[in-house]
C-alpha cells in the first residue's frame, strides 16, 4: 500500500474525533455557562482541542440566584477536590443556607469563605456584591486569568487552568448580571453545519482510499495481463 | 466516533427531562400555588487524550492537548419560588402570601407545606384547606362567628353578629433556608429534604417572612410564553442531537462500503 491510503485513513480518524467533539457541543446545547470545544489541525498529523471562550448569550430568567458574567472572568467555587472556576451562575441555596451550584460545589466570596444568606431575596450588583435587606453582606469572587494560560474542562461545569502555577486576578470590568444566566455560547445551526462538513470531509477520506485502492488493482492487473 | 452516539444519546435524554419539566410547568399554568421547575444540566467528565502542556517533540509543547467530551447529564430539577400574580376571590378564608412562606397542613400523619391558600371549614369548624387537610396550628372557628377578618400579620379574628371577638389566633407560617430543595409531593403539597433545611416558624411580616392577603389566591408563577420559548429550544437541541446519531450512521456506512 501507498503513503496515500495511510493519509486518509488518518484523516478520517481525525474526522471521527472531530464529530466527537461536535457531539458533546450539541448534548451541552442547553447547559448555562458552556463553552463550546473545537478541534484545531496545526499539521496532518496533529490536532489539538481548545474550548473558545466566547460570551454566551444571557437569557433572563428573573430568578434573583441567577447570575451572569458578561465579560471575561469566572466565578470560584470550593469542591471536595478542590477550588474550581466556572461560568455557570444558576446557583442555588443548600441547606445551610449556603450560596452553591446545583451540584453542590459552594461558590466563594472575594474573601475565598463560602457565602452565607439568610434568603434568596438578594440584591446582587454589577460588581457581584449582595444585598440583603439594602445591607452589604457579601461579595462574589469573579476573577480572570492571564489570556496565555489555557483552561482545561473538568466536567460538571467546572474549569481548572492547566498551569498549576496560573495566578488569579480581579475581573474588574466584567459586569455580573442578576436574574439572568449565560447560555451555551454556540448556535445549533452553525454547529450543525460543522456536524455536515465533517461528514463530507470523512467521506471525502473515504473516498480518496477507495480510488488509490482502484488504481492500485488497475495497475496490478495491467501488470498481470501484459 | 462510535462514541459520537452515545454523546449524543445523552443530549437526547437531557432534552427529554427539560420537555417533561415545561410540560408539567404548562399543564400547571393555572393551578394555585404551583412554583415552576427548571432542569439544571452540567457537562460530563471529559476524556483527556492528549493533556495540555505535554512534549510533542524535544522543544515543542502542546498548547491545548486533547480533550474529548462526553455529553451532558441533569443535575437538578430546582423548583424556583418566585411570587405568583395574585388573583382577587373576596372568599375571607382565601389567602395568599405575599412574600416567603408557606402554610403547614398535616395530611394524615404527615406534615406538609403549601403556598396554596384556598381554605375553608371542615365539619367540625377548622380551617383546611381544599383536600380537608388542617392547617396547622389548628384555628377553631366558632358556629356563631359572622364574619372572619385576617390582617397581613395572621391575626385572625372571628366577630359574632353584635361585632364582639369570638376567637383571635395568629397563623403562622414557615419557611425552609433553601426552598428550591423542597420534595414535591403532588397537590401543592411540599416536603422537606436533607437539602431543604429545617422548617421554621414565624409570623407573618416577620424575620423576612411574607404578609398574608385576605380575599386573594396566589396563581402559578409559570410564564406561558417563557415556557414556549424553552420548549422550542429544547426541540431544536433534541432534533441535533438526533442529527448526530443519524451522521454517525451514514459515517459507519461510509467506511463500511471501502471495500467494495
Redesign the interface.
Known amino acids: 500500500m501507498r503513503i496515500g491510503s495511510y493519509a486518509a485513513a488518518l484523516g ?1 480518524i481525525e ?3 472531530r ?14 455557562g ?1 463553552k463550546r ?1 473545537e478541534v ?1 489541525f496545526t499539521d496532518f498529523i ?5 474550548s473558545q471562550m466566547t460570551q454566551g448569550s444571557v437569557k433572563t ?3 434573583p440566584l441567577d447570575v451572569a458574567l458578561v465579560g471575561d472572568g469566572y466565578f470560584k467555587v470550593q469542591t471536595k477536590e478542590g477550588i474550581f472556576y466556572t461560568r ?1 451562575g ?1 446557583f ?6 449556603q450560596l452553591s451550584l ?2 453542590g460545589a459552594l461558590v466563594l466570596s472575594k474573601k475565598n469563605l463560602p457565602i452565607k444568606l ?4 438578594v440584591t446582587i450588583d454589577e460588581k457581584g456584591r449582595i444585598m440583603e ?1 439594602g445591607n452589604e453582606v457579601d461579595q462574589l469572587a469573579v476573577v480572570q486569568f492571564d489570556p496565555s494560560v ?1 483552561m ?6 467546572l474549569f481548572k487552568p ?2 498549576e502555577d496560573a495566578k488569579e486576578q480581579e475581573a474588574n470590568t466584567t459586569i455580573v448580571k442578576q436574574g439572568s444566566l449565560e447560555e451555551a455560547n454556540f448556535n ?1 445551526v452553525e ?2 453545519t460543522r ?2 462538513d ?2 463530507r470531509a ?2 471525502a477520506y ?1 473516498k480518496t ?2 480510488t488509490l ?1 482502484e488504481e492500485d488493482r488497475q495497475l496490478i492487473r495491467r501488470t498481470v495481463t501484459r | ?1 462510535i ?2 452516539l452515545w ?2 444519546a ?2 437526547m435524554s ?2 427529554s427531562l ?1 420537555m417533561d419539566v415545561i410540560a408539567h410547568n404548562l399543564a400547571n399554568a393555572q393551578t394555585t400555588g404551583f412554583k415552576k421547575s ?9 476524556q ?1 487524550i ?4 505535554a512534549e ?1 517533540s524535544t522543544d515543542t509543547k ?11 447529564k441533569a ?2 430539577v ?1 423548583k ?3 411570587q405568583g400574580n395574585f388573583v382577587q376571590t373576596e372568599n375571607p378564608l382565601d389567602l395568599a402570601i405575599e ?2 412562606g408557606f402554610f403547614k397542613v398535616l395530611r394524615g400523619t404527615e406534615e406538609v407545606y403549601t403556598r396554596s391558600g384556598s381554605f375553608k371549614l371542615d365539619a367540625d369548624g377548622y380551617l383546611c384547606d381544599a383536600e380537608g387537610n388542617r392547617l396547622q396550628p389548628e384555628v377553631s372557628i366558632p358556629r356563631e362567628a359572622v364574619t372572619i377578618t385576617i390582617d397581613a400579620g395572621g391575626k385572625l379574628t372571628a366577630l359574632d353578629q353584635n361585632g364582639t371577638a369570638l376567637v383571635t389566633q395568629t397563623i403562622t407560617i414557615y ?1 425552609f ?5 423542597l420534595i414535591s409531593v403532588g397537590k401543592n403539597y411540599f416536603k422537606p429534604s ?4 429545617e422548617a421554621v416558624e414565624g409570623t407573618p411580616g416577620t424575620d ?1 417572612l411574607g404578609t398574608l392577603l385576605q380575599g386573594f389566591l396566589e396563581n402559578s408563577n409559570v410564564n406561558v410564553v417563557e415556557e414556549m420559548v424553552n420548549m422550542i ?2 426541540q ?2 433534541y432534533e ?2 438526533s ?2 446519531i443519524k ?2 450512521d ?2 459507519l456506512h ?2 463500511n ?4
Open positions: 478520517s474526522q471521527g474525533k464529530l466527537e467533539v461536535i457531539s458533546n457541543n450539541l448534548a451541552n446545547a442547553s447547559t448555562p458552556f470545544e484545531r496533529y490536532e489539538e482541542t481548545y430568567t428573573s430568578n455557570a444558576n442555588t441555596l443548600n441547606a445551610s443556607g446545583p451540584n439568610e434568603s434568596e431575596n435587606n489555557k482545561e474542562k473538568r466536567g460538571f461545569n492547566s498551569q445549533i454547529e450543525m456536524m455536515i465533517t461528514m470523512f467521506e473515504q482510499f477507495q485502492h | 466516533m462514541k459520537s454523546t449524543a445523552t443530549g437531557a432534552q427539560n427548571r432542569a439544571n444540566f452540567e457537562d460530563l467528565i471529559y483527556t492528549v493533556p495540555p502542556g510533542t502542546t498548547a491545548s492537548g486533547i480533550q474529548v467530551g462526553t455529553g451532558v443535575v437538578s430546582q424556583l419560588f418566585s412574600g416567603k419557611d433556608p433553601n426552598p428550591g430543595g436533607d437539602a431543604s433545611g423576612g429550544a429544547g431544536r437541541a441535533a442531537n442529527k448526530i451522521t454517525v451514514e459515517m461510509i467506511a462500503n471501502v471495500k467494495a
